[in-house]
């Protein structure tokens, strides 16, 4: 006989950019795309960000849809580290991308058009677009802005809106002032520049709130040229649909009870990554649980160390003592989970160390954690935990460390 894990499917997918059962919220951040695709002249492009796990790429998935319904192209990738290594990787990649809107497309070709012979014509597959790029006298900024000029001509024709060019993980596009390869700036002037010219190409950007910062500090009008959206933790109501709506659909037979359905929106705090670990450790305890013939009960506590282990102890293990140190200090901090200050962390150690930071230390250390990705700074200068209920994390760590000395 099949046992009730071959036919019963979790429905709960815990992963990166894995789409979830039931996609809650969210609805004002599409809206506000929406009202982005309806302007003529591009002004705004939208930078979408927020912390790990927090829903970017799965809501970025579910824009592509809308921006086809309102007649737009969409085309895009991830930045991987290697796209943001040299201009010409940046030109390859967005040729790459363009090429599989453009390539049933032609232009009549004008270096074979010979008077009384009709017009022979160029196709605008990758090949295509590499050759009007290789053609064009100058830098690299005029080459690939060429063939974005060039490529709209016949897009015109079609009726279409534009064309959207969707970029994930986009914090690791970087200008490399010691090799001289600015792939960042080039991206921002390239668009700025098109625009300029009435081309309603659009770039969406996703990323971890280190991204605008850097995309401002590489080209101040950056500031001007985008929307951003920061996307929260999901609200309760959205949490607890996102927890039970996909348990109902039709032959599941699996419920949530009130209070575990409470719990996991305490223990996530709301942040969907958490929501779909937790859902989905529970559901697998109740189908194994029923193969074993025994009253399903999942410990919260078992689920709680698991997450540890699968999410956070890899990014713990990267810091060095003294920079637990002052992390464990930061998680004493109220706001910890929102946003505070060198004076604070300062003031914080001297409570509860014996060795407390001076602030020039403190300083320095919160630099070597934003480069380690476990604190950033905002560009108010503040800083936040890169990996959201890191506190919580840090505290239960302290538990067990003090549950171990005598
Ligand atoms: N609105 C939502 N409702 C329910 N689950 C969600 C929602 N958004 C995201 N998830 C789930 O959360 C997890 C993380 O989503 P996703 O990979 O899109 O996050 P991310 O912000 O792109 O993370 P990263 O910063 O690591 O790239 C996935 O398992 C996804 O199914
Ligand atoms: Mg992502």
Known sequence: ????????????????????????????????????????????????????????????????????????????????????????????????????????????????TTIGFGGSTKTLNFQGLLDIYHATPGLVIDKIKRVLEVTWQPFQKTGRRGIIFAYDEAQNLVDQAEKEQYPLSLLLDLFQSIQKMGIPFMLVLTGLPTLFPKLVEARTFAERMFRVITLERLNKQESMDAIVKPTEKPGCTFRFRTETVDLIYQTSGGYPYFIQFICRELFDAWIQKLDDGQNPVAKMGDIVRKLDTDFFSGRWAKATDRQRELLEVISYLSNCDAEF???????????????????????????????????????????????????????????ERDSRTV
């Open 1 to 112: 006989m099949a046992s009730t894990q071959q036919q019963v499917k979790n429905p709960f997918r815990p992963g990166a950019g894995h789409m979830p059962p039931y996609l809650a919220g969210r609805e004002a951040e599409q809206k506000e795309f929406k009202d982005l695709l309806s302007q003529d002249v591009i002004l705004k492009n939208l930078v979408l960000t927020g912390l790990r796990g927090v829903g970017k790429t799965v809501l970025l998935e579910t824009l592509k849809p809308i921006a086809i319904t309102e007649g737009w192209l969409w085309v895009g990738a991830e930045f991987s580290e290697s796209t943001s290594v040299s201009d010409e990787h940046l030109c390859t990649r967005l040729l790459t991308d363009l090429s599989a809107v453009s390539s049933s497309l032609n232009i009549p070709d004008e270096k074979h």
């Open 341 to 399: 200050t060198v004076q604070e962390v300062v003031e914080k150690s001297k409570q509860v160390l014996s060795k407390p930071f001076s602030s020039s230390h403190a300083n320095q250390m919160l630099s070597s954690l934003c480069a380690a990705g476990l604190v950033y700074k905002n560009r108010h200068g503040k800083y936040s935990f890169a990996v959201p209920l890191l506190g919580t994390f840090i505290q239960r760590q302290v538990k």
